[in-house]
């Protein structure tokens, strides 16, 4: 096995089109396919599956990008070490996020990831419904729960809560209620019960067993803007509406708790790119002032 060959390997890998990688590489993917193969060849084992999302890794593949990025970073570390430069990650990490977290949160911090790891290119999904890192969706995924099943490593990100808010519009039309009682006179804002993809999104029953939106969807953006605009209460994280100083807490004794966890394929928690999203996501929620370790 040739580190050559394990070049063209981790370009394929890191840009999952021929295309992409031959120009990365500055050949033709023709040449890129042909090493491809031989390196398949050598080790007797398929280590690509074409579909539509273009050449994702098999389970053969995936082990080997483990070692060959270890290989990588030891070259990069004796070249940094010898010419003093400075050493870096790099590749594509397919992020899956819920809405709210990614726009709140990660998209904020944005240009601290870039500046720490400008080799690193991420995609970030905020589908409605999380990408399976078991099934090679995504390199990694901030879920709601902690998955049970499949070869998944998971840690905890942070803890966090959310509360019922109504803007000051609202309540200039509207009596503010004081008891869930009251809350039932209310109009509610909430997720389309048919469209909802996680238990844990199920706030408005855990306040109340009877309570149903009158205004829903799928976006939690859009519930936030409903709620802006003086169309009902809504249940919103806290560390979303604490960006707008119009929207006032109702009832706030009512306090919902969740988790963010941070989900990996087991054969993809030793990669170098990856594990640098993963410390940096912890540094981001380490220092907002809205998550916790741990509920008081």
């Known amino acids: 096995m040739q580190w050559d060959d394990l070049r063209f390997f981790l370009a394929v890998a890191r840009s999952r089109t021929l295309t992409a990688a031959s120009k990365s590489l500055l050949v033709d993917s023709t040449t890129v396919g042909r090493r491809i193969d031989r390196l398949a060849g050598e080790l007797k084992t398929s280590l690509f599956e074409i579909g539509p999302a273009g050449h994702m890794l098999t389970a053969s593949g995936t082990e080997l990008l483990a070692y060959a990025e270890e290989i990588e970073r030891s070259a990069i570390a004796a070249a940094s070490s010898i010419t003093g430069e400075k050493s870096r990650f790099a590749g594509t990490v397919r992020l899956s996020l819920s809405e709210g977290f990614a726009t709140w949160v990660v998209a904020k911090h944005l240009p601290s990831f870039k500046s720490l790891h400008p080799g690193i290119k991420l995609e970030i999904v905020t589908t409605n419904g999380f990408l399976n890192p078991s099934k090679r969706e995504a ?12 070869p998944l490593i998971a840690r905890k990100l942070a ?11 609202y309540l200039d039309t509207y009596r503010q209620p004081q008891t869930i ?85 087991r054969d993809l928690a030793k990669v170098a790119r990856v594990r640098a999203v993963i410390d940096w996501l912890h540094q981001v929620v380490n220092n907002g002032p809205l998550m916790k370790k741990s509920f008081n």
Not at 139 to 150: E, I, S, T
């Open 139 to 150: 390199d990694l995924a901030v879920m709601l729960a902690r998955p049970v099943k499949g």
């Open 159 to 169: 803890n966090y809560t959310l509360g019922l808010y109504a803007s000051g519009a």
């Open 181 to 265: 009682t009251e809350l039932r006179e209310h109009a509610l804002i909430g997720y389309i019960p048919d469209f909802i993809y996680a238990e844990e999104l199920r706030y408005l029953s855990e306040i109340d067993d009877s309570f149903v939106p009158a205004l829903s969807s799928s976006s939690i953006n859009v519930q936030l803007a409903m709620t802006q605009s003086g169309l009902g209460i809504c249940v919103l994280p806290n560390f979303i509406a604490a960006f707008d100083d119009s929207l006032i807490p109702i009832i706030p004794d009512t306090e919902i708790r969740r988790s963010f966890w941070v989900v990996v394929h």
